[in-house]
């Protein structure tokens, strides 16, 4: 039996350089690339539900970009009275602000999905840039740098959504590792000429793309998802950008406790399941891969079999992980949570075990 679970262990560790030197080395060791500005007209589309702070905030930060055309589409998912205020009040400051009211819709009750369908609807140009209304753009050049991946080939752009660092926060490390993870895998792929995914907080397409599939109509019942399903709907080798310079990333406040960001990790990987079926079963691999990694060497080195090679594949394997994340780590300027790896791996690993088997026994929340 021991015999087995060494063979399985070498097998483990021969999946996990393949992710982490082959496919995630396609964005971790990558050169830069810089497009040329380009003075496309964009809308630029904010959904919020009763987030009156966020919006004035936020709003102004979008709408004094750095770019010559653009509209911010600001929909307001049946927000309270005193939110709306704060929209109109937005819309009459800044003549480049629509704001597009959706009520609720007894259909369609609270599902941003909807909301959305009526903002991009109402939206005047043709290629549209996402964020989330709790989100802000890391500089005034955020359009320029995402709207410059746009060719006649390239209509979808992926980007880069982060987290503010929150100082001697342990949580915050393990939320900023987990948001670096998901980004190197979704931009890895989609440099592979597999991408399978993208965020709402910084996100891009051509109108196009949204009704040539007639919108979220395929997984319109299913609640989350509006940025990621279809992502991997739509998404192939040659529609497909990257974008990952400084000035194009977006910002988003983390949460502050353990059991909210849970719940909002429950909701986000409750969509996995619903990915095409080649993204799903590399996911799994992955993930399952990484569980087994932890867990057989327990096992072998409790009883002592073959020790010295046991130990050399776990220091020869955390070595080149710990070097592709690094790499990718540095591109998206989050450098400091690896000085905690693998203390965050091994934490972040046994959270995702546990929200898979909480999705099983209990629905995620979704959009109020």
């Known amino acids: 039996?021991?015999?087995?679970?060494?063979?399985?262990?070498?097998?483990?560790?021969?999946?996990?350089?393949?992710?982490?030197?082959?496919?995630?080395?396609?964005f971790s060791f990558a050169k830069a690339k810089k497009n040329n500005p380009k003075k496309i007209p964009i809308s630029v589309i904010v959904c919020a539900k009763n987030e009156e702070e966020n919006v004035a905030k936020f709003i102004p930060l979008l709408a004094e970009q750095n770019y010559p055309n653009f509209e911010i589409v600001l929909i307001d998912d049946a927000s309270s009275v005193e939110?709306?205020?704060?929209?109109?009040?937005?819309?009459?400051?800044?003549?480049?602000?629509?704001?597009?009211?959706?009520?609720?819709?007894?259909?369609?009750?609270?599902?941003?999905?909807?909301?959305l369908t009526m903002g991009i609807k109402a939206a005047t140009h043709e290629y549209l840039l996402f964020t989330d209304a709790d989100c802000y753009p890391a500089s005034n050049n955020w359009?320029?740098?995402?709207?410059?991946?746009?060719?006649?080939?390239?209509?979808?752009?992926?980007?880069?959504?982060?987290?503010?660092?929150?100082?001697?926060?342990?949580?915050?490390?393990?939320?900023?590792f987990e948001t670096l993870l998901t980004a190197v895998q979704y931009f890895s792929w989609a440099k592979f000429g597999k991408p399978y995914m993208g965020v709402g907080r910084n996100l891009a397409y051509k109108k196009d793309e949204f009704f040539k599939v007639d919108g979220y109509r395929d997984h319109l019942k299913i609640r989350s998802g509006d940025d990621d399903l279809f992502i991997n709907q739509v998404a192939n080798n040659k529609n497909t950008s990257v974008c990952f310079t400084p000035d194009s990333v977006t910002y988003s406040k983390p949460k502050t406790t353990f059991s909210a960001w849970f719940t909002q990790k429950k909701r986000h990987v409750s969509t996995a399941s619903f990915y095409k079926t080649f993204d799903t079963f590399q996911l799994t691999?992955?993930?399952?891969?990484?569980?087994?990694?932890?867990?057989?060497?327990i096992i072998l080195l409790i009883f002592q079999f073959h020790w010295i090679i046991v130990v050399s594949l776990i220091g020869f394997r955390y070595l080149f992980s710990w070097i592709s994340l690094g790499f990718a780590a540095g591109k998206l300027k989050e450098k400091d949570v690896m000085f905690w790896f693998p203390i965050i791996e091994i934490t972040l690993v046994f959270t995702q075990l546990n929200i898979f088997v909480s999705n099983i026994f209990t629905k995620p929340v979704n959009w109020k």
């Open 1 to 26: 039996m021991l015999s087995i679970l060494f063979f399985i262990f070498i097998g483990v560790v021969v999946i996990q350089l393949f992710y982490y030197l082959i496919v995630f080395g396609k």
């Open 83 to 115: 939110t709306l205020e704060v929209f109109e009040a937005f819309e009459k400051k800044y003549n480049n602000v629509k704001l597009v009211k959706v009520a609720n819709n007894e259909a369609f009750w609270g599902n941003k999905k909807f909301a």
């Open 143 to 176: 359009i320029t740098e995402m709207s410059a991946n746009f060719t006649m080939q390239k209509t979808i752009v992926l980007g880069y959504g982060a987290y503010e660092k929150v100082p001697n926060s342990f949580l915050n490390k393990i939320i900023r």
């Open 285 to 297: 691999v992955f993930f399952f891969s990484q569980i087994l990694f932890l867990i057989l060497p």
